[in-house]
């Protein structure tokens, strides 16, 4: 759990390469200068835990680019006690910078491993998380509605259950699409049953599990 001048210098490095490549928001900046993304990351790679490059973690997963993450949170516009269900918990680094931000975060991995893996750490961080083991497609109905919605994984589709569990004023941040590329949408719902999308360009995620897929894997 060492969190040295060294890696808070490379962290401040980082942040400033994500300024140059345009993340505006100053609390999604400090949020990602704040937390120790070496600690989701194996200790012998640490060398590649401050480029903004995204990294393999194991059971076909990646920690997600800096870049990314900072966008994708820049994007939701997070405000101090927000609810926000993530949608792919995989390491937990976009958890932990959510929790930095100051929102309360409920997310969900289909990988048991990566699961149990990323709630241990962030609770060692003292990260304001739950963690749950199940099918992202079906959102968690019992603690909606939410302020916020990530999916941190290529989604085939908008899933309708995911919609349903925003709050009225609420935003969705997913990458839509399948193939090598995605593009990014917001969906902010206005009204019951009326949603406005705005689309943010082409990004590169791991596949979404489609629920079939859930499905069948536990039977």
């Known amino acids: 759990m060492e969190d040295t001048f060294k890696h808070q210098a490379l962290r401040k490095n980082l942040v400033q390469e994500?300024?140059?490549?345009?993340?505006?928001?100053?609390?999604?900046?400090?949020?990602?200068?704040?937390?120790?993304?070496?600690?989701?990351?194996?200790?012998?790679?640490?060398?590649?835990?401050?480029?903004?490059?995204?990294?393999?973690?194991?059971?076909?997963?990646?920690?997600?680019?800096?870049?990314?993450?900072?966008?994708?949170?820049?994007?939701?516009?997070?405000?101090?006690?927000?609810?926000?269900?993530?949608?792919?918990?995989?390491?937990?680094?976009?958890?932990?910078?959510?929790?930095?931000?100051?929102?309360?975060?409920?997310?969900?991995?289909r990988h048991k491993k990566l699961s149990d893996t990323a709630k241990v750490m962030l609770e060692k961080l003292g990260c304001t998380v739950k963690c749950f083991y199940g099918d992202g497609y079906k959102g968690l109905p019992a603690f909606a509605p939410f302020d916020r919605v990530i999916v941190t994984a290529a989604a085939p589709y908008i899933p309708q259950d995911l919609l349903k569990q925003l709050k009225t004023g609420g935003i969705l941040v997913i990458p839509e699409g399948e193939g090598k590329t995605q593009i990014m949408k917001r969906i902010k719902k206005v009204a019951e049953n009326e949603y406005k999308t705005e689309e943010f360009g082409n990004f590169s995620f791991v596949p979404m599990l489609k629920s079939t897929d859930w499905d069948n894997k536990n039977i």
């Open 18 to 109: 994500l300024k140059q490549k345009g993340i505006k928001s100053i609390a999604v900046l400090q949020a990602i200068d704040k937390v120790p993304r070496h600690l989701f990351m194996d200790s012998s790679f640490l060398k590649f835990a401050y480029q903004d490059n995204a990294f393999q973690i194991g059971e076909g997963q990646t920690i997600s680019q800096p870049f990314t993450v900072a966008y994708q949170s820049e994007l939701l516009n997070i405000r101090k006690g927000d609810t926000v269900l993530e949608i792919g918990t995989g390491s937990g680094y976009q958890s932990a910078v959510l929790s930095a931000l100051g929102a309360k975060v409920f997310s969900i991995e």
